[in-house]
C-alpha cells in the first residue's frame, strides 16, 4: 500500500491497524533541538482517544505514546522521530457478522476490490484510529510552530444544524463542555440533539473550524503546492471529512467582486509604519496559493458516522443482497474527536511548509550559511 506518507521535507509516516498491536507516525524532517518529551504529545492524543463523553466510543484506550528514537535528553536530534501507541481493547468480536458484508459508508468494497482481501476487525488501516499517528505528528508540528510565534486552534463551529456563528463565538468556552464548541450553549442544544440520535441509533455530522494566527506572507507555492491545495489534500485525507473551504468558500461562489476582494491599506500606526494589511479577510489568509499575512480561516464537513445499529441493506462478498446492522462501540458524532486531527494535518503543512520556505531567497540561504 502507497499513499501513507505526507509532506515534502517534514514528513510524516503513519502505521498499524486498529486492532493490530499498535498505532505510530514516523517523523523524518523534524530540526534538531526542538524541546520534546512524551507528555507534549500525550496532551493532543488525549483530545481524541475514546471514551471521554458519551457522544463517543465505550472503547478503552489510554492511547499512551512512547517516543522511540529521534529525541535524546528531552531535544530533538534531527534523526526520524518514530511515536508508537498500543492497542489495548481490540474487541475483534465485535466485528465477526461483518467479515463477509460490506458496510455501508466505509471502505470495505472499494478495499476489496483494490486489494482482494480487507483486515474486517474495526476497518484495519481504513479506521479512524489511524488518525493516532497524524495528532501525534501533529503535536510536534505545534510545538515547532509555537517556536515561530504560530498558533494553530481548530474547534467545533456546527453540530448537525446547530450552528454557531461568529459574533458568538467565545473562545474560552471551547474546552468546557465536551463537543469542543466556542458557546456552551449551543453545545448544550447540540448535546441533545445527538442524545435524541442516539436513542433512534443514528447518527450525525458537523463542521470544524481551524484558525492559524501569526503566519508570515509567501507559505505555498502559486501552481500545484498552493497552501490551500495542499490544506484542502491534507485535511480531505481524513476519512470522515467530505469538504473543505477556505475563508468564504463556497459562499464566494454567490458574493460579487467588489466584495469578495479584500482591500489593502498601509499598517495604521504611523507615518512610518510601511507594512501592508487587508481591510476583509474573505480568502481566508491566502492569494494566489500563498499565505498574505492574515489569519488562516479553515473549515472542514464531517460526515455522519457510518457504523450505525440500524438495520442497512449492502451485499456480500459473493454480490448477494443482504441486511446488516454493525454492531460494537462506535461514535454517534465523530466532529469532537476529529476537532485535533484537522488541526493537526493543518499544523504539519504549515510546518513543511515553513521549512520549504526557507529557500525561496537567496538572502535566506545567505542568513544561513554566512552568519548574517
Keep these: 500500500m502507497s499513499g501513507s506518507s505526507f509532506g515534502t521535507i517534514f514528513r510524516v509516516t503513519t502505521w498499524g491497524e486498529s486492532h493490530g498491536p499498535g498505532i505510530g507516525v514516523v517523523i523524518d524532517g523534524c530540526p534538531a533541538g526542538l524541546s520534546l518529551c512524551e507528555e507534549d504529545i500525550q496532551k493532543y492524543l488525549d483530545r481524541r482517544k475514546p471514551g471521554q463523553s458519551k457522544y463517543t466510543t465505550r472503547r478503552t484506550e489510554s492511547d499512551t505514546v512512547e517516543i522511540l528514537s529521534g529525541v535524546f535528553e528531552g531535544k530533538t536530534t534531527g534523526t526520524p522521530i518514530s511515536l508508537l501507541v498500543r492497542n489495548q481493547d481490540q474487541r475483534s468480536r465485535d466485528y465477526g457478522n461483518i467479515a463477509v458484508l460490506f458496510r455501508p459508508g466505509h471502505a470495505d468494497y472499494p478495499f476489496t476490490e483494490k486489494y482482494g482481501f480487507r483486515d474486517y476487525r474495526g476497518g484495519g488501516r481504513s479506521s479512524g484510529r489511524e488518525t493516532i499517528g497524524r495528532v501525534a505528528a501533529g503535536a510536534v508540528a505545534s510545538l515547532l510552530l509555537k517556536e515561530l510565534g504560530i498558533t494553530v486552534l481548530a474547534y467545533t463551529k456546527a453540530i448537525g444544524s446547530f450552528s454557531i456563528s461568529p459574533a458568538d463565538y467565545r473562545m474560552s468556552e471551547i474546552y468546557e463542555n465536551s463537543l469542543y464548541m466556542p458557546n456552551n450553549a449551543v453545545a448544550e442544544q447540540a448535546g441533545e440533539y445527538i442524545s435524541s440520535l442516539m436513542s433512534e441509533t443514528d447518527s450525525c455530522g458537523g463542521i470544524i473550524e481551524c484558525i492559524a494566527k501569526g503566519l508570515p506572507v509567501g507559505l505555498g507555492e502559486p501552481v500545484f503546492d498552493k497552501l490551500d491545495a495542499l490544506l484542502a489534500q491534507a485535511v480531505m485525507s481524513v476519512g470522515a471529512v467530505k469538504g473543505v473551504e477556505i475563508g468564504d468558500g463556497f459562499a464566494a461562489a454567490s458574493s460579487v467582486g467588489s466584495k469578495n476582494n479584500d482591500a489593502f491599506r498601509r499598517g495604521g500606526n504611523g507615518d512610518t509604519d510601511r507594512s501592508i494589511c487587508k481591510m476583509t479577510n474573505h480568502s481566508g489568509g491566502t492569494l494566489g496559493g500563498m499565505s ?72 535566506h540561504v545567505r542568513k544561513v550559511y554566512s552568519g548574517q
Excluded at 451485499?315 to 441486511?323: C, W
Design 292 to 363: 498574505d499575512g492574515a489569519d488562516l480561516i479553515l473549515r472542514a464537513a464531517i460526515k455522519p458516522t457510518s457504523s450505525i445499529a440500524k438495520i442497512q441493506q449492502t451485499v456480500d462478498i459473493h454480490g448477494e443482497n443482504a441486511d446488516i446492522t454493525v454492531h460494537g462501540r462506535h461514535d454517534p458524532v465523530i466532529v469532537p474527536r476529529a476537532v485535533v486531527v484537522v488541526e493537526s494535518m493543518t499544523a504539519i503543512t504549515l510546518t513543511d511548509l515553513l521549512l520549504r520556505n526557507m529557500s525561496s531567497k537567496l538572502d
